[in-house]
């Protein structure tokens, strides 16, 4: 049976069963009376699983496949050596690009009245309507979610913007 067949709920009993149980049991044994961990498993829950499959279970780890196009590959392998580590390595640096959940709501907030733009005043009236503060405000701005451009006015993305990038490649800013 695959994993990905294992209802999640199921799946997650035997992820905890089996990291209760991982120092008290082997996940393999040459004997054959011996008991492992994966016939224990059979025996709770029912479900055969492989020791290869265990194994995965208690690292945490699900494998998946993904079509890429091509060129997204190779750029992958030349950039990092392989796909997995490329992709590892940009959700790794997309993780740590997430908000604070401090600050979720305040960008949440100003990201519904900001993206066509916002005067000093309009800022001032949506963050006492909401009550959030200018800390929050300028908190976004440090980390690159609100930009203000040349027309005077504050932009506010959903995504985190690089204003030295930006400058760079000459790309927007009014």
Do not use: C
């Amino acid at each position: 049976m695959r994993l990905s067949d294992i209802p999640e709920e199921k799946l997650e009993a035997i992820r905890k069963f089996a990291l209760e149980h991982k120092d008290k049991v082997a996940v393999t044994s040459k004997d054959p009376n011996y008991k492992t961990l994966p016939d224990l498993i059979e025996e709770k829950f029912g479900v055969r699983l492989s020791h290869q499959q265990v194994y995965t279970i208690l690292k945490g780890e699900r494998r998946y496949s993904v079509r890429l196009d091509v060129d997204v590959i190779r750029e992958l392998e030349e950039r990092f050596g392989s796909v997995s580590k490329g992709l590892r390595k940009m959700l790794k640096f997309y993780k740590a690009q997430k908000l604070p959940d401090h600050l979720k709501r305040a960008h949440r907030i100003l990201l519904e009245h900001g993206k066509d733009g916002l005067t000093g005043e309009e800022v001032s009236k949506v963050l006492e309507e909401n009550g959030l503060t200018w800390e929050e405000f300028q908190e976004l701005a440090k980390r690159g979610y609100i930009i203000r451009w040349k027309d005077g006015k504050y932009y506010v993305y959903e995504f985190r913007r690089d204003p030295l990038l930006e400058f760079a490649f000459g790309l927007g800013g009014g």
